[in-house]
């Protein structure tokens, strides 16, 4: 089994930065993407940031020229830098990951989320 334990979440005002952490462990053979997602009260989960094992990044439109995704392959965790934060970044924030477990084939596991809210 794998878990991922998110941290770093809180509230902070607009214009404030913050950083999130997010680490794996278990029975983890490899670990290929990571990512951060997020969910506003009565919206859909969205995708906010992609990281390949290799370093490659992608973000969302909204998170562009403010947040930083990075990882740690040796730690198993990746991170999420949060700066200029506005209200509307307010959300649970999840961290997931592609594993593939010792004997077993590649799955996605999700962190329990850590509340991130905005004031204004």
């Known amino acids: 089994q794998v878990q991922l334990v998110e941290s770093g979440g809180g509230l902070v005002q607009a214009g404030g930065s913050l950083r999130l952490s997010c680490a794996a462990s278990?029975?983890?053979?490899?670990?290929?993407?990571m990512g951060w997602h997020r969910q506003a009260p009565g919206k859909q989960r969205e995708l906010v940031a992609i990281i390949t094992s290799g370093g490659q990044t992608n973000y969302a439109d909204s998170a562009k020229g403010r947040f930083t995704i990075s990882r740690d392959n040796a730690r198993n965790t990746v991170y999420l830098q949060m700066n200029s934060l506005k209200p509307e970044d307010t959300a649970v924030y999840y961290c997931a990951a592609e594993v593939t477990e010792y004997g077993k084939l590649r799955q996605d596991y999700w962190g329990q989320g850590t509340q991130v809210t905005v004031s204004s």
């Open positions: 278990g029975n983890i053979f490899r670990i290929n993407g």
